[in-house]
């Protein structure tokens, strides 16, 4: 909280202003990976607790921030073309993966299940029978469309996910305290990203490169307005 407050003292000191294309920009770089907005958004609300109000808040947030130390860093346009040349594989298309998995303790369960599998059982008939165990952070069931470097994945899943066809159903899988089965339900290619979004990403990327690290900017504009946590020696004391 005192963060946010300095930050848009700050940005009002300097006449920095957040717009909503910057929010957008933000916002949909984020949910790159994600079938839809919406998705994203859900995914947040259930792996974090954030809501779309909080994650623009947050965003809006992280830009003014990003803006103050950035003010007056100047990126060429060549440094844009050489950055890209040199990392073609941060902006290729890539692909989304739309993946059930079922997750248990033991790898003889795993194993039995992709045997249930193999002999015909439906792998939604698996998950239903399993949706109601929850295992650890995990839970058996679909995990819809996920980008085939998810962050909010297990990494384990991801890498034998991104070697496997439509169709494919592999297993056991190592994870934290178990193991998971998976099933690829489909596969797509992602939309090909704008080429002026990349740009200002890696205009944005380069800017923070040679300013300094956030977590400084933070304390250096806590310490120049003054902000601080009080501890409870320091708060007023109640009048009887």
């Known amino acids: 909280m005192l963060n946010r407050k300095v930050v848009q003292a700050e940005t009002k000191r ?44 947050e965003a809006e947030y992280r830009i003014g921030l990003e803006k103050i130390a950035t003010q007056g860093i100047q990126i060429q346009e060549a440094e844009i073309d050489e950055y890209w040349k040199q990392h073609p594989e941060q902006f290729a298309t890539g692909k989304q993966i739309k993946l059930a998995a079922l997750y248990v303790s033991k790898a003889e369960e795993a194993e039995a299940l ?32 996920v980008d085939e470097y998810d962050p909010f994945q297990p990494e384990t899943i991801m890498k034998a996910a991104r ?20 099933y690829v339900q489909d596969i797509r290619l992602k939309a090909s990203p704008d080429k002026q979004q990349i740009r200002q990403q890696i205009r944005r990327s380069l800017a923070l490169a040679q300013a300094a690290p956030l977590e400084e900017i933070e304390k250096s504009l806590r310490d ?17």
């Open 163 to 182: 070697e496997l066809s439509s169709g494919d159903v592999a297993g056991p899988i190592s994870v934290d305290d178990g193991y998971a089965v998976i």
């Open 224 to 240: 120049k307005y003054g902000a601080r946590i009080l501890s409870d020696k320091d708060r007023p004391s109640a009048s009887l």
């Open 14 to 57: 300097l006449g920095i202003k957040v717009t909503q294309e910057d929010l957008q920009q933000v916002l949909e770089q984020d949910s790159q990976g994600y079938a839809s907005s919406q998705a994203y958004f859900e995914e947040m609300q259930q792996q974090l607790g954030l809501g779309p109000v909080d994650l623009r808040n």
């Open 114 to 145: 992709l045997e249930r599998v193999k002999q015909g059982e439906r792998f939604d008939a698996l998950v239903q029978e399993l949706s109601g165990q929850p295992f650890g952070k995990n839970t058996s069931g679909q995990l819809g469309w």
